[in-house]
């Protein structure tokens, strides 16, 4: 049954990732995450169409509602998607949910995990395939040129000076580059991914106190997008 379901949803992504090719639209998604600690909003990358067309049909079917933040580490990132988090008891071990299948990777040298970044959380498969349902935000840290020259060199491929500068001012986690996939990005609500990540936890890194999750979409002008949440599209 699982492997008739990845297969469905394999060929259900690759159809979508053509359809998000074929023209450019005027539109873009808008992804709103709500918790009891603030609003996010975030745009998706089509760089990354696999990833982009499974957060959609997960959001549109409401699969993330009254998840949990279930993993969070400060200077790092805040991690969600388990199913198995959604009316879980404080003692429950978390983390190990899926929904039965996996994204192939889609790593794109423009693509970085810059603060805000949203990326594909994943296990320790080989190919670097990504959870079909778990993702985290990177809340990272700035960097020195000097601890950012080690960081990258633990990147799985090379940092352009552009990027290192974003680093430096603005902060993330760079030596995820290239090993896990980033599909998208924080716009506005940036500060809620800190609050979120200094709240007391437990020795697993889970919250003592549930931070829960809405996730819905809306479809707006990308003008709109970038008038209200400054973000600027490539011409």
Known sequence: MKKQLAFLFTLFLLCSAVSFGQKKSKKDDLVTIETNMGTMRVIL????????????????DKF??????????????IQ???PNSRN??????????????KIPAEFNA????????????RDN????????????????RTWSKTDLDKQAARAARKLTDEQKKVYETVGGTPHLDGSYTVFGQVVDGIDVIDKIA?????ERDRPEKDVSMKVSVKSMKKKKITRKYGWKYEA
């Open 45 to 60: 990358f089509d760089e990354a169409p696999k990833h982009k067309a499974n957060f959609l049909k997960l959001t549109k």
């Open 64 to 77: 993330y509602n009254d998840l949990l933040f279930h993993r969070v580490i400060e200077d790092f990132m």
């Open 80 to 82: 969600g998607g388990d």
């Open 88 to 101: 879980a008891k404080p003692d429950d071990m978390l983390g190990k949910g899926d929904n039965g299948y």
């Open 110 to 121: 423009k693509l970085f995990h810059q603060k805000g970044a949203l990326a594909a959380a």
């Open 125 to 140: 498969n080989p190919a670097k395939e990504s959870s079909g349902c778990q993702f985290y935000i990177v809340e990272g």
């Open 198 to 202: 200094s709240v007391s936890k437990d």
